[in-house]
């Protein structure tokens, strides 16, 4: 991933919230797919999918090493917070 912080939109924000079970809504089929990628994947495999996909490598991210991760992406799903 890149030296800056992505922008998370709230599609993105839902779309990670609904596969980890903490409301959102659910993607599409390669969405869901790309999601469960970078869950399975490794740092360095995220990195590279992190690459290609910087909105849903750092929401996923967020969602597993931020104990603060799912309620952020929940205050950006519903429009209250910027990436």
């Known amino acids: 991933m890149s030296d ?3 922008t998370i939109s709230p ?3 839902n779309h990670v ?3 980890f079970g903490r409301g959102g809504y659910q993607s599409g089929t390669f969405t869901q797919y790309l999601i469960y990628a970078l869950t399975a994947a490794d740092m360095t495999n995220k990195a590279k999918l992190g690459l290609a996909y910087p909105d849903y490598a750092a929401a996923v991210i967020a969602m597993e090493y931020d104990p603060d991760g799912a309620a952020h992406l929940q ?3 519903a429009g209250e917070a910027a990436a």
């Open 4 to 6: 800056t912080t992505p």
């Open 11 to 13: 599609e993105t924000a």
């Open 75 to 77: 205050r950006i799903a």
């Open 17 to 19: 919230l609904y596969h």
